[in-house]
């Protein structure tokens, strides 16, 4: 069976520090994987996803990036953060099919403070 | 993708069904309806999704209407833990588009 994994589950870093999350699946092979935030009192919000190793798409602009070194792993990452890159972050997967229904998976998420 | 509207929230008692309601009007032919959950400080999770007729898996019902424009998920027997947030979604299915968009849902309680 398909099991996702997100870590820290919770964070708390200083305005302009550095940002490191990981994401990894397994169990499945060539998954298309999401990056999405909820902040407080707001809904998800799709931030990346990608289809293949090295491919990134980003939907909104903002102070993050992501990247995918390997097949099963999903890294979001930030330079410097900022108070406003508080919230809930959600990584989930799905796999290609011919039918293309697409059902997304999601991980346990990680709860990040910005202070 | 067509855009839902759903109640901000709604109640039900432990043990009767829970019906929510969502509207998706400008649906087009190859949009099917998604239905999500997110139990508070947890990730969504999928629930059921249909695109004509309706569907029935162990967790809920999911009735189309004939013109499509609206749809309603069934909990059959609410129980406490189905407290949690009900996103209706409306996207095309396959090719490229593989987002889905979220939007505040129905905060769904269900009461002892």
């Known amino acids: 069976s398909q099991t996702i994994h997100q870590w820290p589950a919770t964070l708390v870093q200083p305005v302009g520090s550095p940002l490191s999350l990981e994401c990894t699946v397994e169990?499945?092979?060539?998954?298309?994987l999401y990056w999405y935030r909820q902040a407080a009192g707001r809904g998800l919000q799709l931030l990346f996803y990608s289809v293949g190793i090295g491919q990134i798409s980003s939907e909104v602009p903002q102070n993050l990036s992501a990247s995918r070194p390997q097949d099963r792993q999903f890294i979001l990452s930030s330079k410097k953060l900022l108070l406003s890159d508080s919230g809930f972050y959600l990584c989930?997967?799905?796999?290609?099919?011919?039918?293309?229904?697409?059902?997304?998976?999601f991980g346990p998420g990680t709860r990040l403070t910005v202070l | 993708d067509a855009k839902t509207t759903q109640p901000t929230s709604m109640d039900c008692a432990e043990g009767r069904a829970a019906n929510l309601p969502c509207n998706h009007s400008?649906?087009?032919?190859?949009?099917?309806v998604y239905w999500y959950r997110q139990i508070h400080s947890q990730g969504p999770q999928y629930i059921i999704h249909?695109?004509?007729n309706n569907e029935t898996n162990e967790m809920a019902s999911l009735i189309i209407t004939e013109d499509r424009k609206s749809s309603t998920l069934i909990l059959p027997h609410a129980t406490l833990r189905d407290t949690a947030v009900y996103y209706c979604i409306v996207r095309v299915g396959g090719g490229s588009n593989y987002k889905l968009t979220f939007g505040k849902g129905t905060l769904l309680t269900v009461n002892p």
């Open positions: 400008t649906i087009s032919g190859n949009e099917y």
């Open positions: 989930a997967w799905s796999a290609k099919g011919l039918a293309g229904i697409n059902e997304q998976f």
């Open positions: 249909g695109l004509k």
């Open positions: 169990g499945t092979s060539n998954p298309n």
